[in-house]
């Protein structure tokens, strides 16, 4: 059973539009990060958010982290081409000693 | 995630042979996480290393596999007799305190053929 389920599975959109991704699990994490990860890369680390409800702002991407500190969002405004690329959300357990990633977002910027 | 120096890039190795994957951390961070990934799919973990301590080894096969990060020098992951099905990408990441911001390198890609 995956940890973190992430949807949707693959997004394709068109330049301008806005989109959000969602991060969902039962357990609750400690902290839960962001990362974006392009094709024969490793992934870069977008965000890290530790406390119930926290929002946090990256040019126009925003995360926010659920209350409960179950569940999180991506939401990108204005999409542009160059945020293509494979999308993880990554969270730590309270009790653990590793870093869970969900299933993926692939998400491609049509031009 | 540059500070996060994997090598090699690429590895090919026929069956059966040893694969040895190298990870050497950013500067300054002591704890070094496995984790691979197949085509399509997300990172799987498989085991988190302090220095000179595996910490959690959940994720690693019991057999063929093992890791190691030693006091001096990079971590490395070992494949032993390695089989067409261990070709996937295999990404070390390193955090400076347990369980906070982890840095990934670029990934080893193994191919078994």
């Known amino acids: 059973t995956q940890l973190l389920e992430q949807s949707p599975q693959f997004l394709s959109i068109q330049e301008g539009e806005n989109l959000t991704v969602y991060c969902n699990s039962s357990?609750?994490?400690?902290?839960l990060q962001w990362y974006r990860q392009e094709p024969g890369e490793g992934p870069v680390l977008l965000v890290t958010v530790v406390t119930g409800g926290e929002v946090k702002k990256l040019k126009r991407l925003t995360f926010q982290f659920g209350d409960a500190r179950k569940d999180s969002s991506l939401h990108i405004t204005a999409a542009q081409p160059g945020d293509t690329g494979l999308y993880l959300c990554?969270?730590?357990?309270?009790?653990?000693?590793?870093?869970?990633f969900g299933t993926g977002t692939s998400l491609t910027v049509i031009p | 995630n540059a500070g996060v120096m994997q090598n090699p890039r690429h590895l090919v190795r026929r069956r059966g042979q040893e694969a040895r994957l190298r990870c050497s951390p950013m500067?300054?961070?002591?704890?070094v996480y496995w984790y691979r990934q197949l085509p399509e799919e997300g990172l799987k973990f498989m085991v988190y290393?302090?220095?000179?301590?595996?910490?959690?080894e959940s994720g690693m096969p019991k057999e063929r596999f093992s890791a190691e990060f030693p006091k001096e020098g990079p971590s490395i992951l070992r494949i032993q007799q390695v089989v067409r099905g261990d070709s996937a990408a295999y990404f070390c990441?390193?955090?400076?305190?347990?369980?906070?911001?982890?840095?990934f390198g670029q990934g080893t890609r193994l191919t078994v053929v």
């Open positions: 357990s609750v994490f400690s902290s």
């Open positions: 290393l302090q220095k000179e301590n595996i910490i959690d």
């Open positions: 990554a969270g730590v357990l309270n009790t653990g000693n590793q870093f869970y």
């Open positions: 990441a390193s955090s400076r305190q347990a369980n906070t911001e982890a840095f």
């Open positions: 500067k300054g961070h002591s704890h």
